[in-house]
């Protein structure tokens, strides 16, 4: 437990100096932000864009446009950033031979595993719920009427979502030990995921429903059967993930 | 757009303003003192970052600056 304390600790400081903390804090900021406001702002642009005589009927927009936008920032940019930020983090201590001297030292490689895992699961914790509050003060702001129907639910399964990714990126990144080939290998499972969702039966069970429904429960549909077993399937994965990570680093050359 | 429009964004463009230019600033910053680049390539980083919204100082941040 000290020794992970310890190695966190490293970690952390590291992180701060290569900037790696500020650029999520900034890009979770961001998105907090911008989701409200281009909700808010899209509609009069467009408005404003159309020529006099073409009339197009815009539903004003609601609370749920905000979330809505909300949720496909995160995808396509906390996520993707985290997982690039995150990818060389086994890597550059295999190729410099950082890790020999620590686990020659008497550094439980335990230690090391789960100090890594704490580093990904603290960031992602950290910027995704400041994201979804600053989104959620803005949302109450713009949109005064808004309900949080739902919403637990929708921000609850993204963050679960998130993790799981990041137990796959920790996993790869043990196994391959190159800057890259991490982000390749979460990114190939995504596409799988999505190619899966032509099956229905797959379609039932994948956790990507965590990261693609959660708008419809926002507009006040019920969650079914589906969603408990893509909860389940997620979390059997993200154990999985894990355990086999660990398993694996303990038996890794490290050289 | 009316400037009472403008008026009712601006709690929320402020604050994400003062973001890009802090990722700008923070990224420009670094690049000055970056020794480990010759002076063409930090002309194209700074055009990156100055020019590139959002993503050019993240994408030096990340891969320029050549720390370790």
């Not at chain 1, 642009?45 to 609370?63: A, G, K, R, V």
């Not at chain 1, 960031?123 to 702001?141: D, H, R, V």
Request: hydrophobic share 55%; no cysteine; aromatic share 12%.
């Amino acid at each position: 437990m000290r020794g992970t304390l310890a190695f966190l600790k490293k970690e952390l400081i590291e992180h701060t100096r290569n900037y790696k903390l500020f650029i999520f804090f900034i890009v979770f900021a961001i998105i907090g932000i911008l989701s409200p406001l281009s909700a808010k702002f899209l509609p009069e642009l467009l408005e404003s864009l159309m020529d006099e005589n073409i009339t197009i009927i815009l539903q004003e927009p609601t609370h749920v446009d905000s979330w809505v936008q909300f949720f496909s920032n995160v995808n396509q940019m906390g996520l993707v950033v985290m997982i690039l930020v995150f990818s060389p983090l086994m890597a550059r201590e295999y190729e410099k031979g950082t890790l020999v001297h620590m686990v020659t030292k008497g550094l439980p490689r335990l230690s090391i595993y789960s100090a890594k895992l704490a580093m990904l699961y603290l960031s992602w914790t950290l910027f995704y719920w400041m994201s979804a509050l600053i989104t959620l003060g803005y949302t109450y702001y713009y949109f005064p009427d808004s309900s949080t129907e739902g919403l637990l639910l929708a921000t609850v399964s993204m963050y679960i979502f998130g993790l799981m990714l990041l137990a796959l990126l920790l996993l790869s990144a043990v196994i391959l030990e190159t800057t890259f080939a991490p982000l390749l290998a979460v990114g190939g499972f995504v596409g799988l995921l999505f190619l899966g969702e032509l099956v229905p039966v797959i379609q039932e069970w994948s956790p990507l429903q965590l990261n693609s429904r959660n708008a419809q429960w926002l507009t006040g549909l019920e969650p079914g059967r589906e969603i408990i077993q893509s909860f389940a399937v997620t979390g059997i994965l993200t154990v999985f993930f894990i355990a086999a990570g660990a398993a694996l680093f303990r038996k890794k050359a490290i050289n | 757009m009316a400037l009472p429009d403008i008026m009712a964004y601006l709690p929320i463009i402020i604050p994400l303003l003062i973001l890009q230019v802090t990722l700008m600033i923070t990224a420009l910053l670094h690049l000055v003192k970056n020794e480990r680049l010759d002076r063409n390539n930090k002309i194209v980083w700074a055009l990156v970052i100055i020019f590139v919204n959002l993503i050019g100082p993240i994408l030096y941040l990340i891969f320029g600056r050549k720390e370790d």
